[in-house]
């Protein structure tokens, strides 16, 4: 327990500052663009974004789930044949986005009005797709319990951002320069955990992976690496509509405006969505490993931290509903009439931290298609009511549409988990 709350805390650290440098530079961008604008920015990044993750296999997640037995048993081998493999998935998947990305935007151009020169910009945008692939480097670090240097990995990309913005709002730049800051922030973040899985790697190994691995060897996976793989991708699919397609879809039904709205609120909800996905990543190396030496209270330490966390993000949302108005109106008017769908994601997001512990245990036992059931099922719920409530309510109807969606994903893996023995079968 004290390895996982020092891995969490650690990445909590970095994603705090994170958070902070993200919520200064959207405001900043939000006060110096109109709301139109701003939510043209905000919809050209949610785009490359999605295209990306419609082709992400999240290679970290295996390199996790069957890289952490390889080095409990001194099985170097396997562990090097199955880098190679995820990084082929990673340069193969980074390359088929970007072409993408690029033959897609005539199409999406008609339905989030952008003009020629803006469907120009995409473009040129969708190129950084190709510095995307590092889910390796990624899976390196955290198979080697370096969760410091993921932690300044998530300060990397706000910092330039933050920088940047700073910099287009003294010279009074146009849209398009603002555009080009979020995309060399996307980048530097990138580049930079190229570099530190690189640097991990060569620590732990003399030879580069490559090296004496024939075709036989690389695919000499575990029998179930492309059935967990292709489970993960489709739960990555579905996280996705919670992350950034649902920005999309904002932008669709309501218009730029909207779209502009629900990232501002998004941003400062992700003050509790996004240690959800910390706590994921800290808990599943943790867990995986107990599952593996047949430790008895898997399920108890899954518990215990589920209902810390959510007794914590219940208390963020209390203060929200008074704060909530007075704090996006300091960005401008208009964005305090995103308050109540604050609000409503946040309480979504305290349902989905108290189901991270959870969901990783599930992962760690190998019911990672259970998990993807009933995430397929509360994300077509979600998706209908959020089609259906948006055109009536506004931007509270996505917020109602994320509180139903995440009580049910939590219920729905909480009764699984409880039917689950908790001592790995011999």
């Known amino acids: ?25 959207t405001a900043i961008v939000a006060t110096v663009l ?11 990044h949610t785009y490359v974004v999605v295209v990306r993750g419609l082709f992400q296999f999240k290679p970290f997640e295996p390199i996790v789930r069957f890289g952490v037995p390889f080095m409990e048993d001194g099985n170097h081998e396997r562990l090097s044949s199955l ?11 980074s390359i088929v986005a970007t072409l993408s990305a690029i033959l897609l935007v005539p199409v999406v151009s008609a339905y989030l009005e952008w003009d020629v020169e803006l469907a120009e910009v995409a473009v040129l945008y969708s190129l950084v797709l190709l510095l995307t692939g590092t889910g390796t480097a990624k899976g390196i670090l955290r198979l080697h319990d370096r969760f410091d240097a993921l932690g300044v990995q998530l300060v990397v990309a706000p910092t330039v951002r933050f920088c940047g913005v700073l910099m287009a709002a003294y010279f009074d730049a ?13 980048v530097s973040g990138h580049v930079y955990l190229m570099i530190r899985g690189h640097l991990e790697l060569r620590r732990h190994k003399t030879n580069a992976i490559w090296r004496g691995q024939s075709l036989q060897s690389i695919l000499s996976v575990p029998g179930d690496f492309w ?31 909207a779209a502009g709205l629900f990232r501002v609120a998004k941003d400062f909800a992700n003050i509790l969505s996004t240690p959800a996905v910390l ?16 430790e008895e209270n898997l399920k108890s ?11 914590g993000g219940l208390l963020l949302v209390a203060l929200s509903l008074p704060l909530g108005p007075h704090l996006l109106g300091l960005i401008g008017e208009d964005y305090a009439h995103a308050a109540l769908l604050l609000s409503l994601l946040l309480a979504s997001a305290s349902l989905d931290l108290a189901a991270a512990p959870v969901r990783s245990a599930a992962y760690a036992v190998g019911k990672a298609v259970s998990v993807l059931n009933i995430h397929l099922l509360c994300v077509g719920l979600y998706l209908l009511l959020f089609v259906l409530l948006a055109p009536v309510l506004g931007l509270t109807g996505p917020g109602i549409a994320a509180i139903v969606a995440s009580t049910c994903a939590l219920l729905g893996m909480l009764g699984m988990l409880s039917k689950i023995a908790g001592v790995r079968p011999n």
Not at 174 to 186: G, T
Not at 238 to 252: M, R, S, V
Not at 279 to 294: C, D, K, N, S, Y
């Open 83 to 93: 880098l190679c493999l995820t990084r082929i998935i990673d340069v193969s998947t």
């Open 1 to 25: 327990m004290n390895s996982i709350w020092k891995n969490f805390f650690t990445l909590l650290q970095g994603r705090g500052v994170a958070a902070i440098l993200t919520l200064a530079s």
């Open 227 to 257: 059935h967990f793989s292709f489970v993960i991708y489709g739960q990555t699919q579905l996280d996705l509509i919670n992350k950034n397609t649902n920005t999309l879809l904002a932008g669709f039904l309501l218009g730029p405006s």
């Open 301 to 311: 330490k899954a518990y215990r931290i589920s209902i810390s966390a959510g007794l």
């Open 34 to 44: 109109s709301v139109q604008d701003f939510g043209m920015v905000v919809l050209m």
């Open 174 to 186: 146009d849209m398009k320069a603002f555009m080009f800051v979020w995309a060399l922030a996307l």
């Open 279 to 294: 706590m994921r990543q800290v808990l599943f190396p943790e867990l995986t490993r107990a599952w593996h030496t047949g």
